[in-house]
C-alpha cells in the first residue's frame, strides 16, 4: 500500500501521534509526514505511506493558514499554551493601526523562529534547550509570504485579529504574531490556528481521524507540480538502473520520469544530463 493521506489533524495531537494513529489503522511501518504541525494547531497534515514517503521532499513547499492573533498578551511559547509573560489591555488598538504593519510580513523577510520549535541549534532542538532554562539565541531565517488578508478584527481589551496566510516552507505563524505585537508596541500571540493548504493538499479535501482509512492519493498525483519526462523504454530501463541519461535541456529543473508508469524523480542538470534522484518504479 502506497500513497499520500490528506490528514485533517485534530486540536492536541501532535503530527507523530498522527502517524501513530495511521500506522495502526493501515497496519504500515513505513510512514512519515510533511510539515509538522503544533499540538494546538488543526487542519491538513500531508502523510505518507509505504513507498510514497521516499517522495516526501519532492512535494509542494507552500502552505496556507487561517490564524487568529490575540493582542496584549504576550507568552514564552509565542501562543497561548505558554506561560504569560505580559498582559495588559489595549483597548485603544484599532483596525488602522494593524494595517499600517502589515506590509513588513509580506514578500521575503527575515523572521526568527520561536524559542519552543523543533529547529535545531547546535545538535539541540530549541524546546529542549528553552525547557532545560538555557539561554539560547535563536538565529533568523529567510521566509517568504506571499499574501495576508484580513478576515475580521474584534476589539475589546484584548483585541484579535483573524488572518489568512499564504507562505513558503518554514515560515512560523507564531512569530507573526509575536512580532506584529512587538510592532504595535502592545503584545501578541498566537490564539488559534488552522492550515488550510500544504504541499498541494486543501482542507476540502481532507479526512479525520474517525473517517480512516480511506482511499489513498496515487504517489504521482501528489507530484503534478513537477514537469513530466517521457523516456522511452529502453532508455527508462538504463534510467532506473542508475544511468545518467543525455537530455537536451531548456533550464535545470526536476521532473516526474514516466514511461507508460511514473518511475520516479530526475534532476535534469544544465550540463544536459538526466540524473536519476528517486527510482520509485524499477523496470
Known amino acids: 500500500m502506497d500513497g499520500f493521506l490528506n490528514l485533517n ?38 502523510i505518507a505511506l509505504g513507498r510514497a514517503t521516499r517522495l516526501l521532499q ?45 506590509s513588513l510580513f509580506q514578500g521575503v523577510i527575515q523572521q526568527i523562529p520561536p524559542n519552543y520549535s523543533a529547529i535545531q541549534v547546535q545538535g539541540k532542538r530549541l524546546y529542549d534547550l528553552a525547557r532545560s532554562g538555557q539561554a539560547i539565541e535563536v538565529p533568523a531565517r529567510t521566509v517568504e509570504i506571499y499574501k495576508l488578508e484580513i478576515l475580521e478584527f474584534r476589539s475589546g481589551d484584548f483585541p484579535e485579529l483573524d488572518l489568512a496566510i499564504s507562505c513558503g516552507s518554514g515560515t512560523y505563524i507564531r512569530s507573526i504574531a509575536r512580532d506584529l505585537g512587538a510592532e504595535l508596541d502592545t503584545g501578541a500571540t498566537l490564539a488559534k490556528l488552522l492550515r488550510t493548504e500544504s504541499s498541494g493538499f486543501e482542507l476540502k479535501g481532507s479526512s479525520t481521524i474517525e473517517e480512516l482509512p480511506v482511499p489513498l492519493v496515487e504517489p504521482e498525483t501528489a507530484l503534478l507540480h513537477l514537469p513530466e519526462l517521457v523516456l522511452e523504454s529502453s532508455i527508462a530501463r538504463r534510467w532506473c538502473q542508475g544511468q545518467k541519461i543525455a537530455i537536451e535541456v531548456e533550464q535545470p529543473k526536476w521532473v516526474r520520469v514516466k514511461d507508460e508508469r511514473f518511475l520516479g524523480i530526475g534532476e535534469l542538470r544544465a550540463d544536459g544530463v538526466l540524473v536519476p534522484q528517486m527510482v520509485y518504479e524499477p523496470i
Open 58 to 102: 519532492y512535494l509542494r513547499q507552500d502552505k496556507a493558514y487561517q490564524a487568529t492573533i490575540r493582542f496584549g498578551i504576550t507568552t514564552a511559547t509565542d501562543d497561548l499554551e505558554g506561560e504569560i509573560l505580559t498582559e495588559q489591555a489595549v483597548s485603544h488598538l484599532s483596525l488602522e493601526q494593524i494595517q499600517a504593519k502589515l
Open 9 to 46: 489533524k485534530p486540536f492536541g495531537f501532535t503530527s507523530h501521534d498522527c502517524v501513530a494513529k495511521v500506522r495502526r489503522i493501515y497496519q504500515l511501518k513505513k510512514v512519515g509526514h510533511a510539515g509538522t504541525l503544533d499540538p494546538t494547531a488543526t487542519g491538513v497534515l500531508p
